[in-house]
């Protein structure tokens, strides 16, 4: 089983969609979560950082983690043309011997439609 | 600061052939990884290290994959010898402990 899962999609949808990606985890040791973007031919970039169950917001964005079902979510409303990329969550591992390592999902292709 | 910087950004190679990808992480970052990227397998880490010293390199796939950071501002990944099946992208990227990860703009591999 992968430490991280995510289902790679790919994702279509009209400009002004809620659009929601997800990504389970195995590991109770993963604590720090996190969401990055990645354009065509570029390397991935942060989008959003958590550590705590809940709900994070930032504008368009907002971020959710169930630690109890180890379940993490990103919601984008209103979506545009521009959001079109892959997004990929993160989980950093904080605890054991692997301390400090930074594991991905595969990553989901989002693609916003005018 | 310029950011991760890696060499070559497109690398095409034979079957067999020795490759070496180069990384520079940001100054005063502690942590450094590789990772390679795949349509099929997405972006998986293959080795991370801490302080310049390798913590957990379960995700490189053969022997036939090292990698060194002989200090804290230059790592290499090495294949040799090198096989079609590795043709990826290859992601360098560098961090704080538990703070945001910056990428490089990756290494186009292809083996022929």
């Known amino acids: 089983q992968k430490e991280v899962e995510q289902d790679p999609g790919p994702l279509s949808v009209p400009e002004g969609a809620i659009v929601s990606l997800n990504c389970t985890y195995s590991?109770?040791?993963?604590?720090?979560f996190m969401w990055y973007r990645q354009y065509s031919r570029k390397g991935p970039e942060l989008l959003m950082y958590t550590y705590s169950s809940g709900n994070k917001e930032d504008g368009r964005f907002t971020a959710q983690v169930d630690k109890s079902s180890k379940y993490i979510s990103l919601f984008i409303r209103d979506s545009q043309p521009s959001d079109s990329a892959t997004y990929l969550c993160?989980?950093?591992?904080?605890?054991?011997?692997?301390?400090?390592?930074?594991?991905f999902g595969q990553g989901t292709i989002l693609t916003v439609h005018p | 600061d310029a950011g991760v910087i890696q060499s070559p950004r497109h690398e095409v190679t034979e079957m067999g052939q020795e490759v070496t990808l180069r990384c520079k992480p940001i100054?005063?970052?502690?942590?450094l990884f590789w990772y390679r990227q795949t349509m099929m397998r997405g972006l998986e880490l293959l080795i991370y290290f801490n302080n310049n010293v390798p913590i957990d390199d379960s995700g490189m796939p053969e022997d036939r994959f090292s990698a060194k950071m002989p200090n804290a501002s230059f790592s290499t990944l090495k294949i040799q010898p090198s096989e079609p099946r590795d043709s990826a992208v290859y992601f360098c990227?560098?961090?704080?402990?538990?703070?945001?990860?910056?990428f490089g703009q990756g290494t186009r591999l292809t083996v022929v």
């Open positions: 993160a989980i950093y591992n904080a605890g054991g011997t692997s301390y400090g390592k930074l594991t």
């Open positions: 590991n109770s040791a993963f604590q720090y």
């Open positions: 990227a560098s961090s704080l402990l538990r703070e945001e990860a910056f």
């Open positions: 100054s005063g970052h502690d942590y």
